[in-house]
T-cell receptor, first 115, second 111 residues
């Protein structure tokens, strides 16, 4: 089954404790991205990756890092989490990042609470 | 980037058709029109997309106005499972596949 898998689904942690949210897709997609969803602000893109070793900032990249060493994986790293990063996070992928007719597949989300 | 305007909420009865409107009066000639939906506690789910012609798939139909300034997502027979927030999106024109989500339309389906 084609899917985007995120782990963990839920995490409560404390300020400053490094964490990684993993994202994996099994569709051989080139393009992957991370969004965060906050009440009243909708979904906003954090980082995206056009292919292996090619990543770039989205609209709200501050406080986050990403890497793309393999095509299927695109982890989101919070080196020193802060309470304003408490949010619902979604990973997405599509066959290509070029052109605007590419449907995107989303994971089920990771709910992060930073105390 | 071209913006979209959708009603905040709509209601429907189960097994009736639902027409979800979207206005995008500043759409450019190369903008695709995408629809996604988000069920409670889930990630957004792709529904359908089109450029100029009407489109059908197993989930829905997309009717695009001749001037492309508006479109309508049609659910032919609403079910309780169709209760969700529906987003009409024109992907970012900057050369890569970024989706800019607005507030969407919250669809309630009554038994």
């Amino acid at each position: 089954e084609a899917q985007v898998t995120q782990n963990p689904r839920y995490l409560i942690t404390v300020t400053g404790k490094k964490l990684t949210v993993t994202c994996s897709q099994n569709m051989n997609h080139e393009y992957m991205s991370w969004y965060r969803q906050d009440p009243g602000l909708g979904l906003r893109q954090i980082y995206y990756s056009m292919n292996v070793e090619v990543t770039d900032k989205g609209d709200v990249p501050e406080g986050y890092k990403v890497s793309r060493k393999e095509k299927r994986n695109f982890p989101l790293i919070l080196e020193s989490p802060s309470p304003n990063q408490t949010s619902l996070y979604f990973c997405a992928s599509s066959l290509s990042g070029r052109g605007r007719g590419q449907p995107q597949h989303f994971g089920d989300g990771t709910r992060l609470s930073i105390l | 980037d071209a913006k979209t305007t959708q009603p905040n909420s709509m209601e429907s009865n189960e097994e009736e058709p639902v027409h979800l409107p979207c206005n995008h009066s500043t759409i450019s000639g190369t903008d695709y029109i995408h629809w996604y939906r988000q069920l409670p506690s889930q990630g957004p789910e792709y529904v359908i997309h089109g450029l100029t012609s009407n489109v059908n798939n197993r989930m829905a139909s997309l009717a695009i106005a001749e001037d492309r300034k508006s479109s309508t997502l049609i659910l032919h027979r609403a079910t309780l499972r169709d209760a969700a927030v529906y987003y009409c999106i024109l992907p970012f024109s900057g050369g890569y596949n970024k989706l800019i989500f607005g507030a969407g339309t919250r669809l309630a389906v009554h038994p």
